[in-house]
């Protein structure tokens, strides 16, 4: 398969080096590679680099564009990708249907659930790759927190999620977080609620006092979790004593099971579960796993039209939009809670119809209250032809909002009206 590369950095770089050696892939372009032109020039002599990116656009280049991390805002120092450059490049990839494999996390929240509303008109393939983690080794230790009543470990009371880094940055921690959030979400299904506790940089939690312009330190920054199940999590960030690490425990009522794997693109793991009355735990070791690898071999299968099972872009929006809200809870204090929405066209044109309705009746409130003074009181610009004509002056704006409320079932395209109508039973489906 003919991969393209957009944006580079070690992760992707090492990445896209290991597929190629290991699977029948060929990089065949690399853009905005800045200073690992050398590297990428000795990984493929005959690949493509310039800074001409939109060629991508025409889906005759490569199979797939592998995205890596975005540059960061220094300014902001929220370890997402803030670049608009970055920003427009997927806004039109994805309007063109190029199947993309984005490094996650790779833009801000908002950004991506935009994505997310672009892909569902494209029909494209976005796929989010998150480094560093053992499927198999995850799988395994979800069992524990799925099937109490055969679990050695009975039911679950919590999670204890422990990164250990060697850097403890606040783009690096939020990156993590926003990592280690998916593998949360194996456990407690959809995040509904979080609460941070940390340094918090702002001197008072009153949400109407002054605000800090330093942005809290993150070095020991704990995030409390709680979705779908009845227990929760807790994930903490440790500094590591030789190198990174993450621990997982799962917490029973009758015993625990604990995951351990070490640093890197795809690690080894290694489980261990302690039931009730048990003298020594039962290990199981998990080598370690291609992820990468896996995820391309299942985006080549979506392309040829079989199914495949693909992660979720929306699912990963809002793994960032949890790591992004950390600043929030820890200015205020209190749990940040996500109610999970379907961000669409649809909705986003009835926010839009809502705030403008809002709007027109403030102003209609107020053309009215004038027509009533200067009528009550018999002011001289009553007499003005401009003025008598001031009913007009509100009814044709009004008439011209309610007609845009059908711009959105004009607009609709023809295959996304049929599949409406044939949802509400109005045609037969085929």
Known sequence: MKLALLGCDDES???VSKAIAEGDHALVAAYDAAQYLPQVESLAPLARLDEDWETLMLGTLADVVIVARGRLDPSRSTGFAADERRNDQLRKLVQAAVPLVVIHPGCDAIVGYELAMIRSDSDGII??????????????????TLD???SPIGPVEQILLEREMTGRSRPKVLAQLARDVSLAREFLGAIGKMSATGAAAAQSVDPLGPKSKTLPPLENLSVHLSGEEPFAARWTVLPAEQSERLRVTVIGAR???????????????????????AAQPVTTEFPSQ?????????????????????SSWLEACRDVEVAGSVDRSLDRGRAVEFFGEEHSEEQSFKGVMAVGGCLMLSVTLVAVIVAA????????LRKSAFWRAWPLYVLVPIMFFLLLQFLQGVAKRPEKRKQSEEARGNLPVA
Not at 295 to 302: F, P
Not at 373 to 380: A, D, F, K, R, W
Request: aromatic share 2%; with cysteine.
């Open 255 to 277: 015993g625990r099971a604990v995951l351990a794997q070490p640093g890197g693109l795809s690690p080894a793991a290694v489980l261990k579960v302690t039931g009730e009355g």
């Open 127 to 144: 796929v989010p790759f998150v480094p560093g983690q053992n499927q198999a080794a995850t799988r395994e230790l979800a069992l524990c």
């Open 148 to 150: 109490n009543e055969s």
């Open 290 to 310: 291609d992820e990468f690898q896996v995820t391309l071999n299942s985006v080549r299968e979506k392309l040829a039209g079989r199914d495949a099972q693909l």
């Open 373 to 380: 003074t200067v009528e009550g009181l018999q002011l001289p």
């Open 13 to 15: 770089l090492a990445l």
